[in-house]
């Protein structure tokens, strides 16, 4: 370990204990339906949101959790598997996982590495080195995470005294169905956690499942050496996908994008101001509707870096205003021909970059009750019908906290309201928030505060009944004082004008004796130091 980062990790935990008050551990513990450990809460997701948000329910001394990932160690999230751009588009300089705490942002990380000279030459975090920094993050801070355990289903249980409990069945590579108990559970389960990633059908139905992949999914770069790729999409992840199989040595690689010219605006980057940030999930409904359907009407486009490294090699093609008219896999079955308006062309590969789809009802472990979460379509109406925009309607309608809610307005639903969506479906109902970096700064505090306050109030009989019962003495005065605490005090003052004569003599012998320079001034002090005494008595 680089001596800089031992001696960072000393400073983290000597900040953490320092910022630690009220320490007092504080959550009731509460039994399964068959005396079951049940954890306070189960987060689903060890990415960067997941961790995050473990890390801010310890800060709050919510300390039985547990934090699920399906994927290996090392490999949560998408940046060591399908991500494929060189370095994180978001600015250095982010703060959100830190949670205030100095020590923990990512540049106290690398500096600790590298140097402060490494830092301000970096331009952008290597995505690498930022997962490799989540690994540290995970470590540093005692997180508890289960590896390799994908999570099959979610089951409310019948509410009881305390509230709900949440059955959580998993599956490992070692047991299948079984089953965790929680009272809240977190799905931190990234920019696809509130739907799926989107395929379009003509492809599926044209195309044999080996001859394509959608930019989510793992792709064999170095079997496709030499080879034609398409790619269709004019977004971030079509470029990361097109210079990531060029460095690889693929043959050519041709983006289809269906508009007259790629995507030039970045709406993400007027929103990165606290005020919006913070304040975005304040806004009435009919105003958050109108700014997010204008956000949807821009692709995220690539950053200049990831265009020019793609476009700089001979094998690169860009396609503009042309939408894929007819996919036909070739008689020998080893090409696809694919028909633009620009006429047709064959190709030994396709790589999907559609985005994804946000529909609660496509997430397989809430199939018991996806038919009764609210959607914007249920609780919004423009005034405009013509202005009704099928893909926000489909995202949930959340609380302020990231709780799912119930169809109708009033209507109550505790097995609804003890799960959080902090992933990007989050994005109409709380703007830019979970999944996306530079909003977790604001967003995660929300999330932590809805738990914690569920928690308090599903136990509030419990704490106040303790609190109204309260009887620990902490003064421990009694008056008339005893005597020999009264004879102690008494003499007090005596050996106080003992120390002030002993001062008085002291000054006295150094001036005397020649000790200090200045006699005359000694001499002074001495005097001035008698008089007080002579008065004090």
Not at 375 to 386: C, I, K, L, V
Not at 436 to 444: H, Q, R, T
């Amino acid at each position: 370990m680089p001596v800089g980062l031992a001696k960072l990790e000393s400073e983290l935990q000597d900040a953490l204990q320092k910022l630690a008050y009220p320490d007092k551990p504080w959550t009731r513990g509460i039994a399964g339906p068959n005396g079951e450990h049940v954890f306070e809460v189960v987060i689903v997701g060890g990415g960067q949101c997941g961790l995050t948000a473990a890390f801010g329910l310890m800060r709050e001394h919510v300390d039985n959790i547990l934090v699920l990932d399906e994927n290996e160690s090392g490999k949560e999230g998408p940046w060591v598997t399908y991500a494929r751009m060189v370095t994180l588009r978001t600015n250095k300089a982010l703060t959100g996982p830190d949670l205030g705490v100095p020590q923990l942002v990512f540049q106290s990380y690398y500096e600790a590495k590298y140097g402060k000279e490494a830092w301000e030459a970096l331009d952008k975090i290597p995505r690498e080195e930022w997962m490799a920094y989540l690994c540290w993050y995970r470590r540093v801070l005692g997180i508890p995470v289960q590896n390799s355990t994908k999570v099959d289903l979610i089951r409310p249980l019948p509410e009881g005294p305390r509230g709900c409990l949440y059955e959580v069945v998993v599956n490992t590579p070692t047991c299948t169905g079984s089953r965790i108990y929680a009272r809240k559970v977190v799905l931190a389960t990234g920019i696809q956690g509130g739907g799926e990633w989107h395929i379009p059908g003509f492809i599926k139905a044209a195309v044999p499942r080996h001859m394509y992949a959608h930019t989510s999914e793992p792709i064999d770069f170095e079997g496709l050496r030499g080879k034609k790729v398409a790619i269709l999409g004019g977004g971030a992840s079509a470029f990361d996908n097109a210079q990531y199989g060029l460095e690889r040595g693929v043959g050519e690689v041709h983006v289809f994008v269906r508009r007259p010219e790629l995507p030039r605006i970045n709406p993400i980057r007027y929103m990165e101001f606290s005020g919006f940030l913070k304040h975005f999930s304040d806004l009435d409904d009919a105003t958050k509707y109108a700014g997010i359907d204008f956000f949807m009407q821009f692709n995220q486009p690539p950053t200049n870096c990831t265009f020019n490294r793609a476009a700089r090699f001979p094998g690169f093609r860009l396609h503009t205003g042309a939408p894929w008219t007819g996919l036909e896999v070739e008689p020998d079955g080893r090409r696809v021909r694919v028909t633009t308006p620009q006429g047709l062309e064959a190709f030994d590969f396709l790589i999907v970059s559609t985005g994804l789809l946000t529909d609660t009802k496509l997430r397989p472990e809430l199939r018991e009750v996806a038919d009764q979460i609210a959607t914007w379509a249920d609780r919004y109406t423009p005034a405009d019908p013509g202005c009704r925009n099928p893909l926000i309607d489909m995202h949930p309608y959340l609380g302020p906290c990231f709780e799912y809610q119930p169809k109708r307005a009033g209507e109550r639903a505790p097995h609804l309201a003890g799960l959080f969506a902090y992933n990007y479906s989050a994005l109409v109902s709380l703007g830019l928030s979970a999944s996306a970096l530079s909003g977790m700064k604001y967003a995660i505090h929300k999330l932590i505060s809805g738990i914690t306050r569920q928690l308090f109030l599903d136990d509030r009989e419990m704490f106040i009944g303790d609190f109204l019962n309260y009887r620990t003495e902490e003064f421990l005065g009694v008056w008339p004082l005893p005597a020999a605490a009264a004879a102690g005090m008494a003499a007090e003052p005596a050996e106080e004008q003992q120390e002030q004569q002993a001062q008085a003599v002291a000054v006295a012998a150094a001036a005397a004796g020649g000790v200090i320079e200045k006699e005359e001034e000694m001499v002074d002090a001495a005097a001035k130091a008698a008089a007080k005494l002579v008065i004090a008595q």
